[in-house]
């Protein structure tokens, strides 16, 4: 919800400032790996994925999990750090997907705005 205007302090411009440069850092981080690694590729060849071993494909599995969250904490990251400098509202970024045991778990802490939606409706 909206909150009553509050004036730019040099800490609120310092934490905006801060997680815009840390969100941004990221980005690039995702960009130069999807750069090098080809995961999504290998839905296009599934005679590769077919030769690989176990221990690759829990690899390739987690490495294609942590890529999707990486995604979710850009946006969720860029988009609540300017919506937290507008005085709104908005879900946290997603907790670290290798830290999540249960599933049930998962939408909770990973995804808290639709998980609120879909208790909501």
């Known amino acids: 919800m909206l909150k009553p ?3 730019w302090t040099l800490t609120r411009v310092c934490s905006f400032l801060l997680n815009v440069v840390r969100f941004s850092a990221w980005l690039i ?3 130069l790996a999807l750069h090098f690694v080809y ?3 290998l839905s296009q060849h599934p005679k ?3 030769e690989m071993g176990s221990w690759s494909l829990y690899g ?4 294609m999990g942590q890529f999707f969250m990486l995604k979710y904490v850009v946006m969720y990251g860029l988009m609540g750090t300017i919506a937290q400098a507008e005085n709104i509202d908005a879900p946290r970024h997603p ?4 830290r999540i045991s249960l599933y049930s778990d ?3 802490y990973f995804d808290e705005g639709l998980y609120r939606f879909l208790l909501r409706y």
Not at 60 to 63: A, F, I, S, T
Not at 95 to 98: F, G, N, P, T
């Open 5 to 7: 205007f509050q004036r």
């Open 95 to 98: 907790k670290c997907i290798a």
């Open 48 to 50: 590769v994925v077919a």
């Open 39 to 41: 995961s999504n590729s």
């Open 29 to 31: 981080f995702t960009e």
């Open 60 to 63: 390739l599995g987690y490495c």
């Open 106 to 108: 998962m939408w909770r």
